[in-house]
């Protein structure tokens, strides 16, 4: 069974090493690249959630699945789009309908940041910020309960400004369970990666090498 894990905005792939590590390293455990998905694209939301229906299209068995912010949205639509096509889906700090008010203030940031701190996520700034203003309209606040494989949804015990979404997301989603990362913020993954790792290596039945 295929695991895969997608990165946050202005994350990595490696932002899940250790993660990883701890899941036990498995051939299996995928971490795609959101850049390179959008790489000759218009940078927008809708086609970054279009490249994950692709990337999953060719896997015949079941997936588990784990998103965090932004990879969180995606694998939460792809969750009440093809619920079908999944074993369990991991939710890490992940909003319902986005903040408009926060991502136009974030927006406000990444103007006035050089283009050099950009560099690291594999996207142009101009490309981050057209990214994040496509998603200010998006809201799945009505489709949870359309989520019929596992859930686990996580978040960051430090990460206050995802905790409302995040108890909307197990309230919603129909036998969700709930999970609070100690000694973490937003980013989780590499906040504490080593007790995600076996949160997540034990929700998605992940068997020691």
């Not at 890490?92 to 940031?109: A, D, E, W, Y």
């Not at 560099?119 to 489709?143: P, R, T, Y």
């Amino acid at each position: 069974m295929k695991h895969i894990l997608l990165h946050g905005l202005g994350q990595t792939p490696s932002s899940w090493e250790h993660t990883v590590q701890v899941m036990g390293n498995h051939a299996d455990i995928l971490c795609p690249d959101l850049s390179d998905w959008l790489r000759g694209k218009e940078p927008c939301y809708a086609n970054l959630y279009q490249a994950l229906e692709a990337y999953c299209e060719p896997f015949n068995e079941p997936l588990n699945l784990c998103g965090l912010s932004l990879g969180g949205t995606l694998a939460l639509q792809y969750g009440i789009r093809h619920s079908d096509k999944l074993n369990s889906l991991a939710l890490i700090g992940t909003q319902v309908s986005m903040p408009k008010k926060l991502l136009k203030f974030q927006n406000l940031i990444f103007r006035i940041m050089p283009n050099s701190a950009f560099h690291k996520m594999g996207f142009q700034k101009a490309d981050v910020i057209e990214l994040s203003k496509s998603m200010m309209d998006l809201d799945f606040s009505q489709e949870l309960p359309k989520i019929s494989c596992r859930v686990v949804v996580m978040c960051g015990e430090k990460d206050k400004a995802n905790e409302p979404a995040s108890l909307q997301l197990k309230t919603q989603i129909p036998n969700a369970q709930y999970k609070v990362i100690p000694h973490a913020g937003h980013e989780v993954n590499t906040d504490n990666p080593v007790e995600l790792g076996k949160e997540l290596r034990a929700f998605f039945q992940i068997e020691a090498v």
